[in-house]
């Protein structure tokens, strides 16, 4: 078998109005026993290094860019880089349609490399050509000239260049890493759960090697230098995927997972009324996986859970079918596999609910951590002055030597202790990660409060107190993306089906999205708020932050951060599901997915369903497991 079938089914097949299309060629492929893995990942990782070495660059020093040659500052300046990270993450929902349903992994993320050198190429055109910026003479610290309209369309056309390339990459860059093993086997489970931490630690490292050097000649060298060094990375990227193209395992595009999704919500609302209890004489709309092109497929066990959706499936009339046993309308008629896909995605959204509320610290780091750096002693010495951009690098630093020592130290040592290399489970780690994004949140405004005082006791703009105290709290919002963010982007990836990897991948950059715009409302908010009193300096606004309360912003995110805590641990985290599949964490499980249950009888025969009353939680058992 090639290695182009090796995916999961699509529901997509079991709509007959689906339109057929036409079938997409795919780079030649060895055969699946001699593709993927690790050989494959390689050339993965080393794409995803240098792409995002390329775009870290711009991220880590976007704020000081616009603040140092186009003068934003204040509200406006925030407002920017929020909605541009949130629509950068949101567009990753249409770069998964357009994976799923017509392009595949491969050609997506190609599109997506090519989308991100056009847009550093028109950002580096910003930096080269001064005309296309405002002017840099101000009379003084708060009063600079501002760029006019059409300076600003032609700097947010490279942004949003970079923000469709977000929208492409992201969603596929894991799901295709992921793709390149074969979760069917211990092996290749294992592999899969290594690689989320490795993907992490590799381009992690190159950044924080390259970004130091990129970094430093952007803010004290050159900027059109700085951003032309991105865009011959974005180059090399592309090179080093296609270099491998012929070691990768392709999944066909199987159609959209998010149609079927809305299909199944319609038919549903529209069979409101039907019995879904066992033993109703109603039968489900169940086909065999043998009847679809894809023989590879896995399907899901029928659950209880979430049984309203079940609905969608029933089989009210006969006359629903054609004579060739297919859904004539599959807006009235969905099969179990598409509503057990909806019920996975309905599952996890505790999580991703608890997800946006711990990304909502690490975005602040991005905007006000490094508006901070700018108002604090930053030199070494006496002929050196150390970066803004940089503070970025050690959140970076940070989360590199954790999971080095998690993979390496942690784990080994477990190995030899109890006899198995025993993960931190996924609620410990998403726990953790939300008590490190409160202490970042405390110990920055701590910070803040005393860099401000200093400035103030001296009575200027820049405060004598040394930036090294603002590496405190960048080194917590690296142990937060450490443990939180890796955690929840594993849980994604691992506990969706196959068919729903790109799925995941969206999924995970929406709730970054909701967690920028979120971000920016309160910022807003806040300002709206608290700049109507006259008697109290306001929190947030203006070009100089001696003029405002930035550390009562920070105690208010930390607050929230307190609450998302408490929500996570007595709510969200009973939906957590197993680190793994040995077993060894079954206090966490809401749902297992089985992963074989390959008899041609209904999946209600199949699979026997137990559920554990002391805990209240479901387990499904395939028979043949």
């Known amino acids: 078998m090639e290695n182009v079938n090796h995916s999961s089914s699509s529901s997509s097949a079991d709509d007959h109005d689906h339109h057929q299309k036409p079938p997409i060629l795919h780079p030649p492929a060895a055969p699946r026993s001699k593709a993927g893995g690790w050989k494959a990942i390689k050339y993965i990782l080393g794409n995803e290094s240098f792409e995002k070495l390329a775009s870290m660059s711009l991220i880590a020093n976007i704020t000081v860019y616009l603040n140092k ?7 406006f300046l925030v407002n920017v880089i929020n909605i541009w990270n949130g629509f950068s993450n949101i567009s990753s929902l249409a770069g998964a349609f357009v994976s799923d349903t017509y392009l595949g992994k491969f050609r997506t993320l190609l599109l997506g490399s090519i989308s991100s050198l056009l847009g550093m190429g028109t950002l580096t055109l910003t930096a080269g050509i001064h005309q296309l910026r405002p002017s840099s003479v101000c009379t003084d610290k708060s009063n600079c000239p501002q760029p006019k309209s ?32 074969d979760t069917k086997t211990e092996k290749g489970r294992a592999q899969l759960e290594s690689f989320f931490n490795w ?28 951003f032309a060094i991105p865009t011959a990375c974005f180059v090399l990227s592309i090179t080093i995927f296609l270099i491998g193209r012929h070691t990768y395992v392709y999944v066909k595009p199987q159609g959209s997972i998010f149609s079927d999704m809305v299909k199944v919500i319609t038919a549903a609302c529209r069979k409101y ?10 039968p489900f709309y169940n086909p065999n996986m043998a009847t679809r092109s894809n023989t590879d497929a896995v399907k ?29 309308n599959g807006w009235r008629l969905c099969s179990l596999q598409q509503v057990e896909q909806l019920k996975c995605l309905v599952a996890i959204m505790p999580v991703w609910v608890t997800a946006i509320g711990t990304f909502l610290t690490m975005d602040q780091q991005n905007t006000f951590g490094v508006l901070q750096a700018l108002q604090m002693d930053r030199s070494i010495g006496k002929h050196f002055d150390f970066p803004p951009g940089w503070m970025n690098i050690t959140s970076m630093l940070t989360l590199s030597v954790w999971i080095y020592i998690y993979e390496r130290v942690y784990i080994p040592q477990m190995k030899k202790m109890t006899g198995e290399g025993k993960r931190l489970s996924t609620k410990v780690r998403i726990l953790i990660g939300i008590v490190m994004s409160i202490l970042c949140m405390l110990v920055a405004g701590i910070v803040e409060e005393h860099r401000r005082n200093l400035a103030l006791k001296h009575g200027s703009f820049i405060s004598p107190a040394s930036f090294a105290l603002l590496l405190p709290q960048f080194c917590l919002s690296g142990l937060n993306e450490a443990f939180a963010a890796v955690a929840i982007m594993e849980f994604f990836t691992m506990k969706l089906p196959d068919s729903m990897r790109t799925v995941a991948g969206a999924i995970f950059f929406l709730s970054l999205s909701i ?43 930390a607050a929230l951060g307190a609450l998302n805590f408490a929500y996570f641990n007595f ?55």
């Open 69 to 75: 040659n186009y003068n934003l500052s204040g509200i």
């Open 150 to 181: 059409w300076q600003l369309c032609f700097l947010f056309t490279g942004l949003g260049l970079l923000s469709l390339r977000a929208g492409r990459i992201r969603p596929c860059n894991i799901a295709f890493g992921a793709d390149q093993f």
């Open 199 to 226: 993907w992490y630690f590799t381009f992690t490292v190159a950044l924080v090697i390259a970004l130091t050097a990129v970094v430093y000649i952007q803010t004290d060298v050159s900027w059109t230098l700085g």
């Open 273 to 282: 009324g039907a019995n879904t209890e066992t033993g109703s004489e109603k």
């Open 300 to 328: 899901l066990p029928h659950t209880d859970r979430f049984k309203f959706l079940d609905k969608a499936a029933i089989i009210i009339d006969p006359n629903e079918l054609d004579i060739q046993g297919m859904p004539k």
């Open 515 to 557: 967690s920028s715009y979120l971000g920016t409302f309160i910022v807003n908010i806040i300002h709206k708020v608290t700049s109507n009193k006259r008697d109290q300096l306001p929190w947030l606004g203006g070009h100089d932050l001696n003029k405002i309360r930035l550390d009562y912003y920070y105690y208010f995110i």
């Open 571 to 625: 709510y969200a985290s009973r939906y957590v599901l197993r680190s793994n599949f040995s077993g060894s964490e079954g206090e966490e499980v809401v749902l297992e997915r089985s992963v074989a249950c390959n008899s041609s009888n209904n999946m209600a025969d199949e699979c026997n369903i137990t559920i554990d009353k002391e805990k209240g939680l479901e387990r499904h058992i395939g028979s043949n497991v």
